[in-house]
């Protein structure tokens, strides 16, 4: 089973409030449950794996995944891989005004946990700007009530 909890900052918190007043929403932070473990990006501490929430979720989705499939064992190895990477600061300051400028290599909380998205489910969102956890929210929802997107292609 995996498990996206989306958070809402509290009011004093200038990071999560910018976040939710900019992208219109009540989430400013993202992360992905997999057999207990929670992997996130933070700011100032980039790409972790936690095994308590650091706040309670607003909101918990409930999504397909088997973690015994070749496929889902290769997701999260590839997760794996990312834990240790920075925190996508450029991102988070371009897309603030509607930039989509990026670090490869560095992870916002939503690019993060996008991956289940584009690596595990071969959805490709049409995004034009950074992915903000609304976006997320609201195609994890589409999903869940069988809406198809565009798949990757090879």
Known sequence: MLKIHLYSSQWYLPLGTLIKTKTNSRFSHVSIEIEGVIRHSRMGKGV????????????TLILPFDETSEKGKIFI???ESKV???????ALFFG???????NKDRYLCSEYVALYLTEYLNIVPDIKT????????LFLRGFLKGI?????TS
């Open 130 to 137: 950074i992915f903000v956890p609304k976006d997320l929210y």
């Open 96 to 102: 603030c005004w509607g930039k989509k400028i990026q």
């Open 84 to 90: 240790g990477h920075g925190y996508d600061y450029l």
């Open 48 to 59: 972790i794996k936690d095994t308590q929430h650091y706040v309670p979720p607003a909101k």
């Open 77 to 79: 190895e590839m997760l």
């Open 148 to 152: 198809k997107y565009a798949e990757k």
